[in-house]
Structures are given as structure tokens and as C-alpha cells.
């Protein structure tokens, strides 16, 4: 399916019109901007009524462990790399390869540095770091030969979320509610969480960026909530203002966009529109949502949570299940601190510790609420570690790492795709960035390929240039 903004059509055809005859062209221009998607409820999708095929999941939540965890203290159990520990790695690996701090250095094999232990009925090999994921390891399934092409952190975070490291290129969470739009008229469609680092090693900074709407319109942009204090700043009203007084303001305001509307043809305008009334009704949604009062004491020990709202993983992890119970499409959470570059057994540990519980908790309240079978998971960072050791840590890896998914039509129970025996590279079913994406927009319903937008005269979509796997082997 090709997707032709109503916007760049309207160009030329308003200009010829509006120099023509007036009264044809604002005909036609006011049933253009009927047909672009403005509403003043909810969010609209492009296949909000007919999507290519029969959807299995309806909303996705990205837990991002920011900084790359080590998929070989996560989920990829290797070893003859344990009984390389200390030796000198193999040249015939890295020849030519490329690296991050350690291009150019003496390279020492660093074996894993916790156990892996085998769980559920599957034997799903699962570190000794994570043992509240180890207990839903029939519910999850592990991908360990993604790949990915940047090495850094702020552009493979652009890379894990816009499919390119060009700026000004759309989220994947903006792509999904661009396609499929939202289930609420009172929160935004698309909403990002950054928890408190856990007293990890190096919380990288993450740009606003990575949940920019791109070239899309902007009402599909992801919207950022602060994790502790006001989720959203400035949500109540200016001493002596009213509901009644500020329901007149954003009437007259809406009415003044609705004539310079009629005028032209600009999916801006129509997005100021619902983000004034979408501001109004978040003015009531907000402290609801944010209120976990009703929460019961055993939800809030199920996810480790001591004090609602503190900023922890587990509070956004309870709060993301609350989103997704309103309407959200698509939630992304980022947890920092996982850039061992040294000290990995002791940072791996602060870092799994204050991300294992409350991860596998959202999996299962989401399950145990019948949310699960129609929820994507996705769990992972932006790369993973080299198999050479950096002092007592490890360098930034792009040739492996491991994600891993669970509920929205994937599989449970499932370790998918290998590395070689060492860890260094994948050597069966790799899965690329692209694949990732591709499969996820499968799971909504849309066809990656004939998902696209026209930008300065190109289709763009999601997964780049070239054709993007569906990695069906995975799915239910």
C-alpha cells in the first residue's frame, strides 16, 4: 500500500483551484482535510479500519536497557568461551572486524561471569543474574544472532529505533501509531518513561530524539512523562483560572485554527488542535493515571515497588501496564547503566537486580489480565558485549547480542538463532535491526514493505532500503 500525505497532493491542486474558482477550492480543501485524519477523538490510524491482515498484537512495550547488556550474562550460555577465560582470543574471529575501545589491542578472552542454569519446560538457558526471568522462561522467547550496524550508543539507539542513524527519521513508536493510531482520547497515543539509574556503571544520557515523530506529523511523536514528581509538568491550572474558563480559551484557540484551516492544507494545524484538547482532557487523565493508590500491596511487592512514583524501572513498569490498560499503543522504557565497560560482575549485578523483577512481573501481570497474548514485549538494548575482556569489563559488541520478546502472537519457550562458540558472531539465523522491526509491524497487522510515507519525493518506511524479514519461525 502506498501512503501519500493528503498535505503534498494538495500543493499544486490548491493552488490551481484557489486561482481559479475560490468556492471549488475551498470545496475541495475542506474534504482534503476531512479525509487527513483530523479528529478531535482519539488517534486515528492510517489502518485504523482495514490493515493488511488479521493483527495479533495490539500494543507494544519496548523495555530498553540502555548502554547494551552482555548477551553473554544474559541469555547466551557459552561455554567453551569459559574455558578460554584469560587466553588469548583467536585472530581468525577479529581479523578485519570492527571494534569499539579495544581496535588495535592485545585481545583477551573474559568468560562469562556468572552461571547459566537451564529453566521451564523448554531448558531455556537463562543467566544466574536473572532468576525472576528465569521463572517465566516458558513465556519468552530469545533471539541470540541479532546484529545491528552501529557501535556507539546514541546512534545505534537511533538505529534500534528508526531503522537509520539519520536525524530527523521517525520512531518506531511514532511508525506504529502513525499505522494503527490509539485506543485513548485522553493520553498520548505514544508515551516514554526513563527510570532513575539503579547506582549502575555510566547511565548514558538518551536524546529526545529517539521518540521523535521524524517527518511524520508531530501528533504522532512519542511524549516523555518524568518518572518521579508531576508525570507531566504544568498539568493543572494557573491560580485563579478555572475548567470553565479554560474549556472557553481552547474553544476560541480551536476556532482560530479551524479558520486558518480552511485556508490550507497542514497536517499541523490540525495536530495543535487535538494536542489543545488532548492538554485538556490529560489535565483529568494524568493524576488518575499516576494515582496507584487502588494498586494492591502484593501488585506493588510483585514488582518490587516500595514507593509508587519513585522512579524506579519497577514503578515505570507498573505504570506502563496502567498506560496499556488506558489505550496506549506504544510504551518505551529506558533503564540506564548497562555500559560495563569495567567492573561488569559487580555493575551486571546492579543492573540486572534492579531490572530482572519488575520485568518479569510486568510479563506476568500482563498475562494474569489477558493483556499479555495481545501485548508485544520486547527486551534488549541497543548492542552487546564483546567476548574479549576490557580490563574486567567489555567492549561495545555490533557482530551479537540477544533480545528477547514474549506475548503479542511470538512464541514462548523459544531460543532462537546461535552464535558461534565463542560468542563473537552469529553462525545460524541472524536477525537484523530490520527483521526486528519488520516482524513487529507483522504482529500489528502491516505489511512492512507497503508500509510507507513520501518524503522529499522518496517512500520511506521503517526498515530502510532494502527487503526486511519477517522472522516467522518465532511466531505462534
Known sequence: M????????????????HRSFAGIGGMAMASLAQRSGATESAWPGVFDDIK?????????????????????????????????????????????????????????????????????????????????????????????????????????HAFMNTGSIVKGRPSMGSWMLYGLGAETENLPGYIVLISKPPGGRNPQPVSSRQWSAGFLPSKFQGVQFQSTGDAVHFIGNPEGICQSTQRQMIDEVKAFNGHLRKSRIDPEIDTRISQYEMAFRMQASVPELTDMSGESQQILDMYGVETPGDGSFGSNCLMARRMLEQGVRFVQLYHRGWDHHGGIEKYMGVSAQSADQASAALIKDLKQRGMLEDTLVIWGGEFGRTPMGQGNGRDHHINAFSIALAGGGIKGGVQYGKTDELGYGVAENEVTVHDLHATMLHLCGINDARFTYQFQGLDFKLSGVEPARVVKDILA
Open 2 to 17: 502506498f501512503l501519500q500525505p493528503d498535505h503534498a497532493l494538495s500543493i499544486n491542486r490548491r493552488t490551481f483551484l
Open 52 to 156: 493488511h491482515f488479521a493483527p495479533k498484537a495490539k500494543r507494544v512495550i519496548h523495555l530498553c536497557m540502555a548502554g547494551g547488556p552482555s548477551h553473554l550474562e544474559t541469555f547466551d550460555y557459552k561455554p567453551e568461551l569459559a574455558k578460554l577465560d584469560g587466553k588469548a582470543f583467536p585472530d581468525s574471529f577479529t581479523a578485519g572486524q570492527q571494534l569499539a575501545q579495544l581496535q588495535g589491542k592485545k585481545l583477551v578472552a573474559l568468560g562469562p561471569v556468572k552461571g547459566f542454569r537451564q529453566h521451564g519446560e523448554s531448558g531455556l538457558w537463562i543467566s544466574d543474574y536473572f532468576p525472576h526471568l528465569a521463572e517465566i522462561a516458558d513465556d519468552l522467547c530469545i533471539i541470540n544472532s541479532m546484529r545491528t550496524e552501529q557501535i556507539n550508543h546514541d546512534p545505534a
